[in-house]
């Protein structure tokens, strides 16, 4: 069975770098749960508009957090949207510029954004988003019904997800291989540094355990 005949959809069918393609539930999944912004592109009456968003996931559900008050991001609930999540593991440099690249894992969803309305639902996926970043809802002041009214959270399928992925080394020209222009691949890494208090912080708490553990983690270790 081909690749193609795994994707989820026609329009999720990978095409360019299609052997870069996953489509495996658990690969994807992981990919989103290493995550921590979501880029978000939303059709608005000026023009499609692409937003940075916190999100998290539950099961097969996607959930996007923002201000109540951004009109542009209650334009996406009720209509398609698409919502991108990248990971950037290094730079590809290879013999001559022209077959450079970059190693990364990332995901397209595409699907149609549902407005959460239930108030308790609504509740369980803002502590879901939250506790996606770093598990902090039951560490602070309990959410108000004003922080409650301010905020809007969208829900997304994950039916219509797929990821691609590249890792390794330049592909160069066969002619090009005997040449003296160095080639290989430059790491990158995203981990967290040591926390420290705010500068008015006068509060008489800890700093909870679980926010000075995450010094020195990559985000899929959090």
């Known amino acids: 069975m081909s690749e193609a005949a795994n994707a ?19 690969r994807v999944q992981e990919i989103l749960d290493a995550g921590l912004i ?14 940075p968003m916190a999100y998290g996931r539950d099961d097969e559900k996607l959930y996007l957090h923002g201000a109540a008050a951004n009109h542009l991001l ?6 398609e949207i698409c919502a991108t999540v990248t990971h950037i593991d290094g730079l590809v440099m290879a013999r001559t510029p022209f077959h450079n690249s970059m190693n990364y894992r990332s995901v397209v969803v595409r699907g149609l954004a549902t407005k959460i309305e239930d108030p308790d639902e609504k509740l369980r996926t803002l502590k879901l988003i939250t506790d996606h970043v770093v598990a902090n809802w039951d560490e602070g002041r309990g959410v108000s019904a004003v922080d409650n009214r301010k905020t809007l959270v969208l829900e ?8 691609k992925v590249r890792d390794g080394d330049p592909i160069d020209e ?6 003296p222009w160095w080639s290989g691949v430059i790491p990158i890494e995203t981990r967290f540094g040591e926390a420290y208090p705010a500068a008015d912080f006068a509060g008489s708490n800890e700093m909870p355990a679980q926010y000075s553990a995450l010094a020195g983690k990559l985000p899929e270790e959090r």
């Open 8 to 26: 989820p959809s026609a329009r999720t069918t990978l095409r360019r770098g299609a052997d870069r393609a996953v489509y495996e539930r658990n």
């Open 38 to 51: 979501a880029h978000v592109g939303v059709q608005t009456p000026d023009g499609p508009l692409v937003l």
């Open 74 to 79: 209650g334009t996406g609930s009720g209509h």
């Open 156 to 163: 997304m399928s994950l039916d219509e997800a797929s990821a």
């Open 174 to 179: 066969e002619d090009d291989m005997a040449g």
